[in-house]
């Protein structure tokens, strides 16, 4: 039998109810991210099990994240390294980007994560070739097939590349025109699936994770 079961509503609350969930630290990043009027679009507690897995199962020492937003995916995925290991976020918006490393100075996992303030599309470039074990993008998703990209340059072989809303906010099977990110995912969705060098799925969790293997 081929086919499978969709993923509904109820699926999600019960993978969620069932999957680690947040500490007192981060439901307090949060709070105080709300307050503080940053959009609460981070990746769901679920998917940053999920992610942190595949990083522990990779053996990652060093991660790519482009979009920092308030810091919870970075101390997150910072969480799966090795003591010795370093996640580099990239975060445009400075107001964003003080916010995150705020939190992240008093977070366990603060000598991890480096903070770069500024444009993904010059700071990729400056960043060593093969020097990373995954790449995570979660940012303006217009930006996304130039970032993908520098990931395929900065990966090692075997190295992940996850990027995030593959589902397009819910609107991916919308009618009619959509917004511009819509369209810029719903675009991605096709580089992705044929992007050279990449062994890749869409895994139904959160808004939909592109998780990608960098082929030798």
Do not use: C
């Amino acid at each position: 039998m081929d086919e499978t079961e969709p993923v509904t509503a109820a699926h999600v609350k019960y993978l969620a109810a069932r999957t680690r969930g947040d500490d007192a630290f981060l439901r307090e990043l949060k709070a105080a991210a709300r307050k503080a009027g940053i959009p609460e679009i981070w990746i769901a507690p679920e998917q940053a099990s999920f992610m942190q897995i595949l990083l522990k199962l990779r053996g990652a020492r060093r991660v790519v994240e482009v979009g920092t937003l308030a810091g919870y995916s970075a101390i997150n995925l910072a969480r799966a390294l090795p003591p010795d290991g370093r996640l580099t976020t990239i975060e445009l918006d400075e107001t964003r980007a003080e916010f995150a490393a705020a939190w992240i100075a008093r977070s366990d996992v603060a000598d991890r994560i480096e903070v770069r303030r500024g444009d993904a599309a010059r700071i990729l470039p400056s960043l060593a070739d093969a020097s990373a074990d995954a790449v995570f993008l979660d940012a303006n998703k217009t930006g996304y097939a130039l970032y993908l990209q520098q990931a395929r340059r900065l990966l090692r072989p075997s190295g992940l590349i996850m990027v995030d809303n593959a589902f397009a906010f819910g609107a991916l099977f919308a009618k009619g025109p959509q917004e511009g990110e819509v369209e810029a995912v719903r675009s991605f969705n096709e580089v992705m699936a044929r992007a050279p060098g990449f062994h890749s799925v869409i895994v139904p969790i959160g808004d939909g994770l592109w998780v990608g293997a960098r082929e030798p």
